[in-house]
């Protein structure tokens, strides 16, 4: 089955600087990638994704990279601000169906002042 | 919309108690989801539910049991209550099986001692 392995799992920035989050995969045939972010006391919140026919995907500040070739896919946030602190997970798929999923342990993000 | 909602917040057991979960939406969703999140690792799917009567098994099924009466509520039974069970669990919905539209909930934590 698959595997989703994710690093760092924590990852400290100063406020400003760009944060990068890697994930990589075992099934070839996995063919979407979501971003989910954690707030503290709060469920995931899907704030990105990517699909298997595109190499990437920016929404304002984020961007997700893939590389099927070498089976990972990457978060980019640029310009972080202290509301980007939270934790961060990545999925894996076969298609877009929540049953299907299968998670990244997660990466704690800390954005310093 | 209240969205997804989970009772209670926080719970302590003793181990061999049972107790359910709730898990309530009100966006009309076919599609709802039980995972549990362990520390430092990704979320597992424990049981899902396609509409009104109809669960399937996830990941991580045993020790728990679920039902569908209606498509507002999806409750998740934990009925001989064991140490591996402490995790905080996440109830999550969406309209069509599609994950980029699913919600969760705020979690539950429990803790069996």
């Known amino acids: 089955g698959e595997n989703v392995e994710q690093h760092p799992s924590t990852l400290s920035v100063q406020e400003g600087d760009s944060a990068v989050i890697k994930c990589t995969y075992s099934?070839?045939?996995?063919?979407?990638f979501p971003w989910y972010k954690q707030e503290l006391g709060k469920g995931p919140q899907l704030i990105i994704d990517?699909?298997?026919?595109?190499g990437e995907k920016k929404d304002q500040r984020i961007a997700v990279t893939l590389n099927k070739t070498a089976k990972h896919f990457s978060l980019h946030i640029t310009e972080t601000q202290p509301e980007d602190s939270a934790v961060y997970f990545c999925?894996?798929?076969?298609?877009?169906?929540?049953?299907?999923?299968?998670f990244g342990p997660g990466t704690r993000l800390s954005v310093l002042p | 919309n209240a969205g997804v909602t989970q009772t209670p917040k926080f719970r302590i057991l003793k181990i061999g108690q049972s107790m359910t979960l709730q898990c309530t939406q009100d966006?009309?969703?076919?599609?709802m989801y039980w995972y549990r999140q362990d520390p430092g690792m990704g979320l597992k799917l424990i049981y899902y539910?396609?509409?009104?009567?109809?669960?399937d098994k996830g990941e991580v099924p045993n020790g728990y049991n679920v039902s569908r009466s209606t498509t507002e509520d999806f409750p998740l039974r934990l009925e001989l209550a064991a140490p591996s069970q402490t995790s905080v669990y996440f109830c999550?919905?969406?309209?069509?099986?599609?994950?980029?539209?699913?919600?969760f909930g705020p979690g539950t934590r429990l803790t069996v001692l």
């Open positions: 099934d070839s045939a996995s063919n979407y």
């Open positions: 999925a894996a798929s076969r298609g877009n169906y929540g049953q299907n999923f299968v």
């Open positions: 539910s396609v509409g009104a009567g109809i669960t």
């Open positions: 966006m009309n969703h076919n599609y």
């Open positions: 999550a919905s969406n309209p069509s099986g599609r994950a980029d539209t699913q919600y």
């Open positions: 990517i699909r298997s026919n595109v």
